[in-house]
Nanobody, 117 residues
Framework: QVQVVESGGGLVQPGGSLRLSCAAS????????MGWHRQIPGKERELVAL???????KYTDSVKGRFTLSKDNFKNTMYLQMNNLKPEDTAVYYC???????????WGQGTQVTVSS
């Protein structure tokens, strides 16, 4: 079993920065990917940034040049540095880990990011 915990959300003004953290613990075997998704009420959850062991890192177009995903492999922790935040970045951000000998996805509980003046 894998546990996923996000942290680092909060309220920030437009143009500001936040760093989200995702800590994965437990039986992490055969890690395939770690990624950040976000969801606004009434809308589908969307992929923001994704790291895969096979293809590296990619970002959705709306955050390219502003968000940076990084990983600390020793700690099984992933970070999302978010700069130049915009009101449209407001959402609940979720971390997703895909791993296991029987491959499955594990989600965290989410962390709220609010960008407002």
């Amino acid at each position: 079993q894998v546990q996923v915990v996000e942290s680092g959300g909060g309220l920030v003004q437009p143009g500001g920065s936040l760093r989200l953290s995702c800590a994965a613990s437990g039986s992490i075997f055969n890690l395939y990917s770690m990624g950040w998704h976000r969801q606004i009420p009434g809308k589908e959850r969307e992929l923001v940034a994704l790291f895969t062991t096979s293809n590296g890192t990619k970002y959705t177009d709306s955050v390219k040049g502003r968000f940076t995903l990084s990983k600390d492999n020793f700690k099984n922790t992933m970070y999302l540095q978010m700069n130049n935040l915009k009101p449209e970045d407001t959402a609940v951000y979720y971390c997703k880990v895909v791993a296991g000998t029987v491959v499955r996805a594990y989600w965290g509980q989410g962390t709220q990011v609010t960008v407002s003046s």
